[in-house]
Every structure is written in C-alpha cells, then in structure tokens.
C-alpha cells in the first residue's frame, strides 16, 4: 500500500543545501536551516535535530564514513505542513524500517545505535517516508505548521 501523496498547496522551497558527508558540515547546515526558518526558531530546532540524526546515520552507516559524498537538503514550506527532503546517494538504507526500536528502558550503553536517533525523528514530525529509486535514498519529512505557541509570560 502506498501513501497518497500529500497536496503541498503554494509550495514555497526555502532552503536548497548540498553538503559534503561530513560530520562537521552539519553545524553549517543547521546555520542555514535557523537562516531559512528564522520566523519560526521552534521549528528549526526540530528540523535540526532530525537532520542532524538522519545524516549523521547516512554517514556512519549508509556511506560507511566515505568523507566526500554529497548528501542533499531542501526545505520547503506549504500553507499547512513544512516539508524537508534529505537525498544522498548511499545504498538501500530505510532507517525507519531497518533501525532497532530504541529500548527506553535499558541504560544509554546498551542501546542500539541509531534506533533512539529515529525515534526521535517520528516523534518531532507528523510524517516520515524513505524511499529509494535507484540511485540513492529519499528521505521526506513532514511537519504541520500550526501557529508558533505564544510564550507564557
């Protein structure tokens, strides 16, 4: 069963970013996403930590380290839901599908690496798809914009 795909109406793209896969490009890609989203600074935290787990998991486990291959972000933003799309070119890797549920309840040092990282991810968004078609994994996340939450004073 597929998923219908979802109706981005007046589809804005925000952010195109290509990074080299390295782990110390992630701070300069979660420069740009505080840049892109700067009206909304709560939803840039989610997004960065999401990419920050999802392509530190493409590096590490997807493209095994190899150092200089580009991994792709873009982030677009629709009347209702805010869209970030991750490319890379590594293998067959669906994280959401192959990485161990996290065990909540056992200590830090024995839990599987990774499996915390997405359930993170499924937790700060409402939808999370990986596919891929042949020449690298797509990863697709979405969140709702609903109103940013007033600070309580």
Known sequence: MGHAPLQLKNKTLLLHYRLASRLEQI???AA?????????PDLAFAVNLCLEELITNTIQHGLQGAPDRQIQVRLSRSDKWLEVMLRDDAPPFDPFVQAPAPQLDSGVDERAVGGLGVHLVKSLMDDVRAFYDGSGNLIVLFKTLKPAEKEAR
């Open 27 to 29: 701070a300069l890609l």
């Open 32 to 40: 740009a996403v505080e840049n892109a989203l700067a009206d909304r």
